[in-house]
C-alpha cells in the first residue's frame, strides 16, 4: 500500500514535471535559445519568438504568448531591450564576423529622398515596404504589398534591419542576404531551410518618423 502510494505520488510529479516544460514560458525559452539575434543587442524579436512557435512547436495563441512574455520580464526569466527577448543570466550569444559572408545591397531605383530633398529611412522610424522574397533557386517563399514594421527593433531578420537604412519613398533596392543575417541554421520551416541565403526585391511605400505623425505619400497599388 505504501509503495503504491509512493508511486502515484512518483507519477503525479512527473505529471507536474511535464506540464512545467510544457508552459507557453519554457517554450518562449526554448525559442529564444533556438533563433538566431535579430538585433544589435543580441535578444529576439517578439515577431521572431512567434514564428518559431507557430512553425517548430505548432503554437500560435498570440494573447497567452504576449503574456507569458510579460510573466517573464516581471518574474526575472526574461530580459527585455527594446523589442527583443534575452533569457536572463544566458551567457552572451555569440557574435558572427560579418566580413566572411556579408550584406549585399543593390539600389535598383533611387527614391525621392536620396537626393538630399526627402524623407530617408533610420532606425527607430516605422516604414512601410513591398517585397518579393526568393531562394537562391529563385523560389518565392514570401511577398507582401504592404508590410509594415519598426526599423532597427529586431522585428525583421538582421539584413533587413541593416539593409534598409538610407531607403526613401519609391526607392527600391535589392537584397542578398546571408543565413547568418536571415533565418540561420534552423531556417523557417516550412519555407526556408537552413543556411539559406535569401533574395529580397523592396520598395520602400510609406516612412513615419518617431517624433513626428506626419507620413510620406503612399502610392495608390
Known amino acids: 500500500m505504501s509503495t503504491k502510494?509512493?508511486?502515484k505520488s512518483?507519477?503525479?510529479s512527473n505529471n507536474n514535471n511535464k506540464k512545467k516544460k510544457q508552459s507557453v514560458l519554457d517554450k518562449i525559452i526554448l525559442a529564444i535559445r533556438e533563433s538566431?539575434?535579430?538585433s544589435s543587442s543580441s535578444g529576439v524579436s517578439r515577431v521572431a519568438i512567434t514564428k518559431y512557435l507557430k512553425s517548430e512547436l505548432d503554437y500560435d495563441n498570440a494573447n497567452q504568448i504576449k503574456l507569458a512574455l510579460k510573466r517573464g520580464?516581471?518574474?526575472g526569466s526574461l530580459t527585455q531591450k527594446g523589442q527583443s527577448f534575452l533569457v536572463t543570466n544566458d551567457p552572451p550569444r555569440a557574435s558572427i564576423d560579418d566580413e566572411k559572408d556579408p550584406l549585399e545591397i543593390e539600389d535598383v531605383a533611387k527614391g525621392e529622398g536620396e537626393e538630399g530633398d526627402g524623407i530617408v529611412?533610420?532606425?527607430?522610424?516605422?516604414?512601410?515596404?513591398?517585397?518579393v522574397g526568393k531562394l537562391q533557386d529563385k523560389t518565392v517563399f514570401d511577398s507582401a504589398k504592404k508590410f509594415e514594421f519598426v526599423l532597427g527593433a529586431g522585428d525583421v531578420i538582421k539584413g533587413w534591419d541593416q539593409g534598409l537604412v538610407g531607403m526613401s519613398i519609391n526607392g527600391k533596392r535589392k537584397?542578398?542576404?546571408p543565413s547568418h543575417l536571415g533565418?540561420?541554421?534552423r531556417g523557417c520551416a516550412p519555407d526556408i531551410?537552413?543556411?539559406?541565403t535569401l533574395y529580397f526585391a523592396i520598395t520602400m511605400k510609406k516612412i513615419v518618423k518617431p517624433t513626428t505623425t506626419a507620413t510620406a505619400n503612399d502610392d495608390d497599388e
Open 5 to 7: 502510494n509512493t508511486n
Open 10 to 12: 512518483s507519477r503525479s
Open 36 to 38: 538566431p539575434p535579430s
Open 73 to 75: 520580464v516581471s518574474n
Open 121 to 131: 529611412a533610420e532606425r527607430g522610424d516605422t516604414v512601410t515596404v513591398q517585397y
Open 175 to 177: 537584397l542578398v542576404v
Open 183 to 185: 533565418y540561420g541554421k
Open 193 to 196: 531551410p537552413g543556411n539559406a
